[in-house]
């Protein structure tokens, strides 16, 4: 059955449903006895499917369905302000779940997996990937052992980024030692020139 068709059955049971009801206000009639089931005209996977279409299209309008790459590129950021890595990678997964949490059918658990991935800093994402490509492939379709692999990693990344910092000042902290200390060796270099030439 195509999409197209299946909103308007829906459009159309709805109109039903309606229907019916007016009828059996007027006529006094019981609505239970008078109206057909949908369970009982169905086969029991078109009637899940159709709940699933339901679920679908009552949750977007005009029956339009978003690009959720497009809207996980623009909308699921890690935060890397929070020095709190656990509440950062906390704060991401749950940010993730609330934008699924309205297409829940559309989106299987293995390219929820694959949205989290592709929506993490380039560094993290990068480091998470090699893991998922070489050492923990399960955590592809498993939410648990992803956010595990991408709490360790965020941590690994934490401690090389300070680590690179502190490296960072310490090359500084020396370059701004040799600058002083160049200085002071030219100016008695030169106050030594200068009382030698005096002195002849």
């Not at 499917?49 to 309008?61: A, H």
């Not at 709190?84 to 059918?105: G, P, Q, T, W």
């Not at 997996?113 to 998470?128: A, D, E, F, R, T």
């Not at 090389?160 to 090359?171: D, F, G």
């Amino acid at each position: 059955m195509a999409h197209e068709a299946l909103v308007e059955w829906l459009k159309l049971r709805k109109e039903y449903e309606e229907y019916t009801n007016d009828r059996c206000k007027d006529g006094k009639e019981d609505v239970a006895a008078v109206m057909k089931s949908v369970k009982s005209s169905f086969d029991a996977n078109v009637l899940e499917t159709l709940c699933e279409i339901q679920q679908i299209t009552d949750s977007f309008q005009n029956q339009e369905l978003p690009d959720v790459k497009e809207l996980f590129r623009e909308e699921l950021r890690m935060n890397m302000s929070n020095s709190d890595i656990d509440a950062r990678v906390i704060e991401y997964f749950h940010l993730c779940n609330s934008l699924i949490k309205n297409m829940a059918s559309l989106v299987s658990l293995k390219e929820k997996c694959k949205l989290i991935v592709c929506s993490l800093p380039k560094g993290l994402k990068s480091k998470v990937q090699n893991e998922l490509d070489y050492r923990v492939p399960e955590a592809k379709c498993n939410i648990r052992k992803l956010y595990e692999l991408v709490r360790v990693k965020a941590k690994e990344e934490a401690i090389e980024e300070r680590a690179r910092r502190k490296q960072t000042r310490l090359v500084t902290k020396m370059r701004r030692k040799n600058t002083t200390m160049v200085p002071n060796t030219t100016k008695y270099a030169t106050s030594s020139k200068i009382t030698v030439w005096l002195r002849r």
